[in-house]
């Protein structure tokens, strides 16, 4: 099992797959990756040698932003736009869609379960 950036990545699967399992890898990206590294995309996790994974694991800790340094940073962003007061930090506090869908009837996923108020008679 081949571990690339504090990732297990799935033996079963093929390696642009497999590295897609990476926070801030997507598909093209793993191509990108691929590529570089001459690792052949259809070969699977399981038989990539330890050369090959070093290769892959030397590129994206060299050229690449992901998991734990991607995440600080995109919330560092949030914060920094919250603490301006800016339209879109405002929407985050809020806990409300960012960029202009109607909140009447939809955005439950960003507002969460409906809250019914009880009717008092």
């Known amino acids: 099992m081949?571990?690339?950036?504090?990732?297990?990545l799935p033996k079963n699967k093929r390696v642009v797959i497999g590295l897609t399992y990476i926070y801030g890898v997507g598909k093209a990206t793993a191509q990108k990756i691929c590529s570089e590294a001459g690792v052949d995309e259809n070969l699977r996790v399981s038989k990539l040698d330890d050369d090959q994974v070093k290769a892959i694991r030397t590129i994206i800790q060299t050229s690449y932003k992901v998991e734990g340094a991607l995440k600080a940073e995109t919330n560092m962003n949030?914060?920094?736009?919250?603490?301006?007061?800016?339209y879109r930090g405002y929407r985050h506090r809020r806990g409300l869609p960012l960029h202009g869908q109607r909140t009447k009837t939809n955005a439950r996923t960003r507002k969460g379960r409906k809250r019914l108020i009880s009717s008092k008679k």
Do not use: P, Q
């Open 2 to 8: 081949a571990r690339i950036a504090g990732v297990d």
């Open 78 to 86: 949030i914060k920094r736009l919250m603490d301006i007061s800016s």
